[in-house]
């Protein structure tokens, strides 16, 4: 029998007050749980509590009083049902730690971050198992799939995956966030989840590079194909499950980071396409690009793997190596001619 879920006891933290921990806090409490958000900065905890908005991350969006906003993790980690983890990916380590001392073995720990840890190259439930190391690997579960945090906010449909070992946790999540306007399947392929929401923000890097370019419609068709393919290279070698990254936490992210111009990280991308540097774009920013990071991480798993992955290597080149996107362009299109169907999975 899977767990009950009762709106008025059910005991809710959100640790991550971004644009899109801001979003799922509100579309949960729109469902009328009552919930702990955890922000970092206190402006935002003091516009949240006097405003009801957050106007760093999410401006425009009322929020409902329901979302009791704070700085202390202690006060929203403790004796939770479920806690959800929406922190940038390099800070999860860090905050799963802290998390530690306060988070019963019991509660469901959804992760919403997408991204690959730099030097350990872990996924976040792999960071979450090895941080706190008593909570079961049952416990956890990704939440991950087409999804821009203001569209969500609006309550515009959205389709996502829920993903566990366990499939009782994920059906859990899948009633815990299921609503009229957004809509939660659920998989048993934490894995494969995880490495598509991470490697898309990559490839939307290299579609807005394409853009930026104004290199047309074809090669950005082109590009995200050939991208998926690389997902399924990396991802099967990893162990996911190709169908996977076939569905909503695979290509569906993909197209939608791809051509999204709500997306950070096409639109990092785009700037760097039309000239600009990347030191100066994230300078600019004060959302987090997460490509950005995941660039390095899928680059340098890739090598120590043997995965071949000609998008996202030059990708790297670009952001790491400072070469022209001239250049990779013209890397990519004279590379020897295969089969298209070479290496597309890496059993």
Same mark, same amino acid.
């Given at each position: 029998?899977?767990?009950?879920?009762?709106?008025?006891?059910?005991?809710?933290?959100?640790?991550?007050?971004?644009?899109?921990?801001?979003?799922?806090?509100?579309?949960?409490?729109? @469902?009328?749980?009552?919930?702990?958000?955890?922000?970092?900065?206190?402006? %935002? #905890?003091?516009?949240?509590?006097?405003?009801?908005?957050? #106007?760093?991350? =999410?401006?425009?969006?009322?929020?409902?009083?329901?979302?009791?906003?704070?700085?202390?993790?202690?006060?929203?980690?403790?004796?939770? /049902? =479920?806690?959800?983890?929406?922190?940038?990916?390099?800070?999860?380590? /860090?905050?799963?730690?802290?998390?530690?001392?306060?988070?019963?073995? /019991?509660?469901?720990?959804?992760?919403?971050?997408?991204?690959?840890?730099? #030097?350990?190259?872990?996924?976040?439930?792999?960071?979450?198992?090895?941080?706190?190391?008593?909570?079961?690997?049952?416990?956890? !579960?990704?939440?991950?799939?087409?999804?821009?945090?203001?569209?969500?906010? $609006?309550?515009?449909?959205?389709?996502?995956?829920?993903?566990?070992?366990?499939?009782?946790?994920?059906?859990?999540?899948?009633?815990?966030?299921?609503?009229?306007?957004?809509?939660?399947? %659920?998989?048993?392929?934490?894995?494969?989840?995880?490495?598509?929401?991470?490697?898309?923000?990559?490839?939307?890097?290299?579609?807005?590079?394409?853009?930026?370019?104004?290199?047309?419609?074809?090669?950005?068709?082109?590009?995200?194909?050939?991208?998926?393919?690389?997902? $399924?290279?990396?991802?099967?070698?990893?162990?996911?499950?190709?169908?996977?990254?076939?569905?909503?936490?695979?290509?569906?992210?993909?197209?939608?980071?791809?051509?999204?111009?709500?997306?950070?990280?096409?639109?990092?991308?785009?700037?760097?396409?039309?000239?600009?540097?990347?030191?100066?774009?994230?300078?600019?920013?004060?959302? %987090?690009?997460?490509?950005?990071?995941?660039?390095?991480?899928?680059?340098?798993?890739?090598?120590? =793997?043997?995965?071949?992955?000609?998008?996202?290597?030059?990708?790297?080149?670009? =952001?790491?190596?400072?070469?022209?996107?001239?250049?990779?362009?013209?890397?990519?299109?004279?590379?020897?001619? @295969?089969?298209?169907?070479?290496? !597309?999975?890496?059993?």
């Amino acid at each position: 029998m899977g767990k009950i879920i009762d709106m008025a006891t059910t005991r809710v933290g959100v640790v991550g007050g971004g644009s899109w921990g801001t979003a799922l806090a509100k579309l949960l409490a729109d @469902k009328g749980f009552v919930l702990d958000l955890w922000v970092f900065e206190p402006e %935002v #905890k003091e516009q949240i509590d006097t405003l009801r908005e957050n #106007k760093v991350f =999410l401006p425009g969006i009322p929020l409902p009083e329901n979302i009791i906003a704070s700085n202390d993790l202690e006060k929203v980690v403790s004796n939770k /049902d =479920l806690v959800l983890s929406v922190v940038p990916s390099h800070c999860t380590r /860090d905050i799963a730690g802290k998390m530690k001392a306060f988070i019963r073995p /019991d509660t469901i720990v959804v992760t919403a971050s997408k991204g690959i840890e730099n #030097k350990t190259h872990m996924t976040m439930t792999q960071i979450f198992e090895e941080q706190i190391d008593f909570l079961s690997p049952d416990n956890l !579960v990704v939440l991950s799939g087409p999804s821009f945090a203001r569209e969500v906010a $609006n309550q515009l449909p959205t389709v996502v995956a829920a993903a566990s070992v366990c499939r009782e946790s994920a059906e859990y999540v899948q009633s815990m966030f299921s609503c009229p306007s957004f809509r939660v399947y %659920v998989n048993d392929d934490p894995v494969g989840t995880q490495i598509g929401g991470a490697m898309k923000n990559v490839l939307a890097i290299a579609a807005g590079i394409c853009d930026g370019m104004n290199m047309g419609l074809n090669s950005r068709a082109a590009l995200i194909t050939r991208g998926l393919t690389e997902m $399924n290279r990396l991802g099967t070698r990893l162990g996911a499950d190709p169908l996977t990254l076939a569905g909503l936490a695979g290509v569906g992210d993909l197209l939608l980071t791809c051509t999204g111009a709500l997306s950070r990280n096409y639109t990092v991308g785009k700037q760097i396409g039309a000239g600009k540097k990347l030191d100066e774009i994230i300078s600019e920013m004060r959302m %987090v690009a997460e490509g950005v990071k995941t660039t390095r991480s899928v680059y340098n798993l890739s090598r120590k =793997l043997g995965v071949d992955l000609p998008i996202c290597n030059e990708v790297y080149a670009v =952001l790491f190596e400072n070469r022209p996107v001239e250049e990779t362009v013209e890397r990519l299109m004279n590379r020897s001619l @295969k089969h298209e169907l070479d290496g !597309v999975l890496s059993f």
